[in-house]
């Protein structure tokens, strides 16, 4: 996946040192109750479409972008439903970043699910009773975004020394 430039351009400056950066993920959900994933060319796991926000962007915007960016899928955002810090990530490159991610249910209103990018292998729709495995965290928004009866999440942090 390309890195945005004004990632490149904060790199310059902070080298593999760790960045806090604003995440946006969304839990698309059509009319028959089916979840959009998609499965990360760079991981091979089935994901909720995310990203990152670019400087001076609005997060539901953000997460609209990277919806069709990704899927080919149009989204209307429909409310926040969790609000995490993740555990920080380092990249094979040695580049350590850490993320605050936003997650909001959409809908879609217009497009047609496919790879859209370089970023994505596979895009599908999934019932509940019948998506593939997720990583944890993944599962978690999922989980409170299908179930979470339009309140939105603020998990509690982990016990000392556990992340996530």
Known sequence: MPTPDFILAL?????????????????????AGRVLLHQRSDTGEW????????????PAHA???????ETGVHI???RITSVVTDPPVRYPNGDVVQYLDIAFRCR???GT???????????????????????????????HAL?????????????PGQTG
């Open 113 to 143: 699910a496919r790879v859209n990018d370089d970023e994505s292998l596979a895009v599908a729709w999934f019932a509940p009773d019948e998506l593939p495995e997720l990583h944890p965290h993944i599962q978690k928004r999922l989980d």
């Open 76 to 78: 209307a955002v429909e």
């Open 108 to 110: 879609p209103v217009g």
């Open 147 to 159: 179930n979470g009866a339009g309140a939105t999440a603020w998990f509690d942090p982990p016990p």
């Open 11 to 31: 790199r310059e400056h902070v080298g593999h040192d760790l960045l806090w950066l604003t995440g946006v993920t969304a839990v698309v959900v059509d009319g």
């Open 47 to 58: 994901a909720l479409i995310s990203g990152i926000l670019e400087p001076g962007e609005q």
């Open 63 to 69: 997460v609209a972008r990277e919806a069709y960016e």
